[in-house]
């Protein structure tokens, strides 16, 4: 849903190739790629959707600029622009954490001393 407050002008527009980026070091298990092809999909490209944890209806998202922004579409030609920034979808964000400088006590345990993990 586009912002009608924005003229066509001062829209920014998208390249439809940069709609399925993710920095790798970035992992949200609430957003999902959308294959062009998807029935549901009626943009036909790919592009990614965020799907609150909430039940929340669902939306597509772009990462612009070092932050997630809705995704929004023309409405006849479905030509995607930015939309706004989306602080919920930064707030499930999994981050990669770098590794720590000193070693941790799990680090100095030996491996059959440590428990197994049963984590997926």
């Known amino acids: 849903m586009a912002n009608p407050s924005r003229s066509e002008s001062q829209r920014t527009w998208l ?3 940069h709609l399925t980026y993710i920095p790798a070091s970035i992992l949200n298990p609430h957003i999902h790629f959308i294959e062009a092809n998807n029935k549901q999909n009626k ?6 959707v965020y799907a609150p ?12 600029n070092g932050q997630w922004h809705e995704c929004y579409s023309e409405a006849k030609t479905y030509k995607p622009f930015l ?9 499930t964000n999994i981050t990669e954490e770098s590794q720590p400088d000193e070693p941790t006590a799990e680090d100095s345990t ?4 440590r428990e197994p993990d049963m984590t997926f």
Do not use: C, M, Q, S
Not at 43 to 48: E, K
Not at 53 to 64: E, L, Q, T
Not at 83 to 91: F, K, N, T
Not at 110 to 113: K, P
């Open 110 to 113: 030996t491996e059959d001393e």
């Open 83 to 91: 939309g706004p920034i989306r602080a919920e979808v930064h707030a």
């Open 43 to 48: 943009r036909h490209y790919d592009v990614l």
């Open 53 to 64: 944890p909430n039940k929340a209806p669902a939306f597509a998202v772009i990462w612009y």
């Open 15 to 17: 390249e439809v190739d």
